[in-house]
């Protein structure tokens, strides 16, 4: 039988509840448990695939095609565990479920009710992680939103109702709040926190454990308080301090003692935690010995959720090379017009180590993006373009090398004599936008003898999709006499997935994205091959400008 965890948060948004709960599945495994983590987000899509990133960040797509949350990416890096579909809810699946059972008389006659359909529903999916795997030992059940948002009453009601339903040391709740230092008076202040954790306590749901949020060390004194006024043993308010990596949050809560205080409360016997490789990599995260600055040019810029799993994978491809990769952020719309030649480029790019293009959707910020791509091609700056980064990169090469004039993409210009990227043929027809793209895990035929091989060290591989666009094979033969080499195509050899320049030190574009697949103690091998060539970038850089000195 499978231990349950729930962990809901108070006071404000954006408190790292993701992180806290993959710092939990992280020590819970590495105490040799097995550990599934999902999220139960309180809007009403049916998942976030639709949203734009700037209003939710970016969508993290799973090996089965789910479009999810971004704190599963955070759940998968940090218990190195692959999630699926059933991991990822939202009320609009809730109500998309039960209003298909009412169409179809399922409810024989009966009304239709918040409770108990809809509970029922969220507490059939709370167990259905461990129904699908015995295996299961732990299931970590994040509730989205903040503890008094209308939206999340219903999941928090089916929280109440399960645990009471189930036996005492099945379910734990850990309630994230925060404790915020105020400057004028020199304090922090535990009010906001009890106020927090009354709301939870009048829906039902006396916490367990509470993890507080702050800049500030919160002292013993304040743990007291807090844990007299929400209820709740002083060793069971843990501190949730301010870190210079989200990494080190799994060993601080360890520090603390949480691990065990929450195995004990479970009645779970387990082995001590082994977090050697764990504290490896956040020495290594935490002591570089160089820095080198890649330049992402995108047109998410202002909201780095967006990115967020490109700037982990850059964090973990840091690690073999035991630098910091600085992510310098262009606007594509920065690198447009009349007024950005040549000489502007090497401007912008001046202390630049490597380019990379990000994935996007539309046309805003196209031009930008293959100017960028054109100067990293021409100066031999390494280069990764990633799904709309390799698409850039055909029209690019298209329009400058193969001689295809005004080569574009169908997607944002249809009228183009020479479409290097159209519709996938199996895109054609479709109407509806919610999860109808190429998404999920496919299998990519590496070619022998080229970069990308010696990146991955195999013949073959399998990547995360998400996109309708893909290279117009057409081209094929015009691009290949140009220079380039497809060294990744699909098993049928119908879809490229993989390009490249065997004359550049390192230039690369993927029609899938690899970010999602990166791990800190297993970085991309793109990333980290192309970080390599960035500090290789970097050092050849730093001769040349001695040499120039010394001349
Ligand atoms: N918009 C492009 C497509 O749909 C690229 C998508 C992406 O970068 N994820 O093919």
Partial sequence: MAKFIFVTGGVVSALGKGISCASMGNLLKARGLNVILQKFDPYLNVDPGTMSPFQHGEVFVLDDGAECD?????YERFTDVNLSQINNLTSGRVYETILTKERKGEYLGRTVQVIPHVTDEIKRRIMLPALENPQVDVVIT????????IESLPFLEAIRQFRLEQPREDTVSVHLTLVPYIAAAGEIKTKPTQHSVRELRSIGIQPDFLMCRSERPIGGDARRKIGLFCNLDVDHVFEARDVESVYQIPLNLHEQNFDVLLCDR?????????????????HAILNPTGTVRIAIVGKYTELKDAYKSIIESFIHAGIPHHVKVEQVWIDSESLEGDDV???RLAEIFSDIHGILIPGGFGDRGIPGKVNAIRFARENKVPFLGICLGLQCAMIEIGRDVVGLEMAGSAEFTPETPHPVIHLMEEQRGIANMGGTM????????????????SCYGDLEISERHRH????????????EKAGVLFSGMSPDGQLVEIMELPEHPFFIAVQFHPELKSRPGRPHPLFREFVGSAVSHFSSSQEKSVDRAAN
């Fill in 70 to 74: 971004l704190d599963l990416g955070h």
């Fill in 142 to 149: 994040e509730i989205g939103g903040t503890v008094g948002d």
């Fill in 266 to 282: 479970l009645g779970l016997e387990t082995e001590l935690p082994d977090l050697a490789e764990w504290e490896k990599i956040v």
């Fill in 341 to 343: 030649g040549d000489r």
């Fill in 438 to 453: 190429r998404l999920g895990a496919y299998p990519c035929h590496i070619v022998p003898d080229s970069r990308a091989f």
């Fill in 468 to 479: 309708r666009y893909e290279v117009n094979n057409k081209y094929l033969g015009q691009f």
